[in-house]
């Protein structure tokens, strides 16, 4: 009798813990299991502005995909995911294809630009590990240029960063202590380099605790940041960015780099494959199924949840794209064992923790608001935490955060 067959796409945090709760659960008689993703490596989403900045090492924010799955259970496919077949139950790779009989769809999320002209060409994103690496070093070849030229540009040493949500604040964490390092390696004046951090709405952090805002704002400016709030950037150019100020005036500010840290929308593939999508995110049921596909589930940055308290999306994170994960691998396993109950997915936000560089940081976890070393402390709890839901003791000594206060 031929045994059903699991696909998973994307071996990034809900992707993963799906694989390795799946092989867990699932004899190999049972079913087949089958893990795809570009890279043979996982990286860590939530790390990348330490290594886009260069305070981590990007080779410390990933790990072979090989190291925690069991490939007598697992079949890994490393491959670029085109398209989804529904009707067909298969999927399009670039190298090839991919059959299932039962589907979960993890590939994260794309920055958001709005269309904005000029982003896609001329900013650096915070991505994966590709652009972490050639941003850091797009920044370190300004420093290393500025003195190297008979004539200063002083605008090679200014750094723009669009958007003052969670991912923007915690890479000025990092990029505010780089700096001065930069500034001694490269003989640079501190004084020449601004960093200028642009948002759209009236605050940083929109919708934050106003109180750890004013701490971050703070922080960051005591190490030189400035802030331009209330300001949307209209265009990027290959000089810099030009900016909306008040109702009618524009402004051009000149920059060697410009970062869009702006928002984010689900994956590309998922409204090339003709789902319905809002920003590239699909409403799933509950058990977190595609309405009107039984055999297709959606996890992470690509699905969307409302929060019925508020009537809103809840914000697409890693807590809850690990959260689905365990809950899409138990329902699969009922499926594959011929149950009908599924479980509903409900989200258990245990808090949020933002980071202001190596040891600082601000948060509110389980209602309790948290600053400087403790919320620090905390956030590398919640790193290495997520090592070990995915690979044990093991992984966290391997690449978890120890240097703790
Ligand atoms: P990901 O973990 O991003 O994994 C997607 C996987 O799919 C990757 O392995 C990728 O290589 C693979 N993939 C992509 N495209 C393809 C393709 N075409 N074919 C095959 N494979 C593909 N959330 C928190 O809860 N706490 C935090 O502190 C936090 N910090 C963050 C910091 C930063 C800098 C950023 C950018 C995000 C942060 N987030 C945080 C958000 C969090 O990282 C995401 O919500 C989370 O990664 C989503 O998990 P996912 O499994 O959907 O996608
Ligand atoms: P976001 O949507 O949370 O923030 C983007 C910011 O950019 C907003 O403040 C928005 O007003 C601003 N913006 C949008 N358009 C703009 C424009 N044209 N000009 C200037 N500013 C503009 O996006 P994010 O920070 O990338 O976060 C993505 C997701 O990842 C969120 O769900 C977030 O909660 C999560 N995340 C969490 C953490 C954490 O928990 N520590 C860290 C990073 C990201």
Redesign the pocket.
């Known amino acids: 009798m031929r045994i059903p067959k699991i696909v998973i ?7 993963l813990i799906t694989a390795v709760r799946l092989q867990k659960m699932v004899g190999v008689n049972e079913a087949e299991i089958v893990l ?4 043979d490596y ?2 860590e ?2 790390w ?2 330490e290594a886009s900045a260069g305070t981590l090492h990007h080779d410390r924010v990933r790990y072979d995909v090989d190291s925690v799955i069991d490939r007598h259970k697992i079949e890994f496919v490393q ?3 085109v398209e989804v077949n529904k009707e067909e139950k298969k999927v399009i790779l670039e190298q090839g294809e991919v059959t299932y009989d039962y589907l979960v769809i ?4 794309e920055p958001e630009t709005f269309g904005i002209k000029g982003l896609k060409e001329f900013a650096f994103g ?1 991505t ?1 590990i590709n652009s972490a690496r050639q941003l850091r070093e797009h920044i370190e070849y300004q420093f290393a240029t500025y003195n190297f030229e008979e004539e200063k540009k002083d605008e090679r040493l200014t750094i723009v960063v669009g958007g003052a949500g ?2 923007g604040i ?2 000025l964490g990092e990029l505010s202590n780089r700096i001065p390092e930069l500034c001694k390696e490269y003989d640079v004046d501190f004084n020449k380099v601004r960093v200028i951090c642009v948002e759209a709405a009236p605050t940083v952090l929109p919708g934050f605790d106003p109180e750890l805002v004013n701490y971050a704002v703070a922080t960051l400016e005591r190490r030189g940041v400035e802030f331009m709030i209330g300001t949307a950037i209209k265009e990027c150019t290959p000089e810099g960015i030009i900016v909306a100020k008040g109702e009618n005036e524009l402004l051009e500010i000149k920059a060697g780099t410009v970062v869009w840290a702006a928002g984010v929308r689900g ?1 590309s ?1 998922i409204e090339k494959s003709g789902f319905e999508a809002m920003r590239g995110r699909v409403k799933v049921q509950p058990d977190l199924r595609v309405p009107g596909f039984n055999d297709i589930f959606i ?4 699905s969307l949840i409302i929060n019925e308290e508020i009537n809103r999306p809840y914000p ?4 809850i ?1 690990m959260q689905q994960g365990e809950v899409a691998a138990r329902n699969i396993v009922a499926l594959v064992r011929g149950k009908e109950e599924m479980e509903s997915f409900v989200p258990d936000i245990k808090g949020t ?1 933002c980071s202001l560089g190596e040891d600082d940081a601000i948060g509110v976890v389980y209602g309790k608001k948290l600053t400087g070393g403790k919320a620090s402390f905390m956030k590398k709890v ?1 790193d290495n935490r997520a090592l070990f839901m995915v690979g044990g003791a093991g992984l966290v000594l391997k690449k978890g955060k120890f240097n703790v206060l």
Request: aromatic share 10%; glycine share 16%; hydrophobic share 40%.
């Open positions: 796409l994307g071996a990034g945090y809900g992707g795809v993703n570009k890279n996982h990286y989403t939530t990348l502005h491959g670029t995911v993890a590939l994260g999320a915070i994966n969670f991912t915690e890479f994956h593939v996890i992470g940055d690509c697409p994170t890693a807590q794209a923790v919640i």
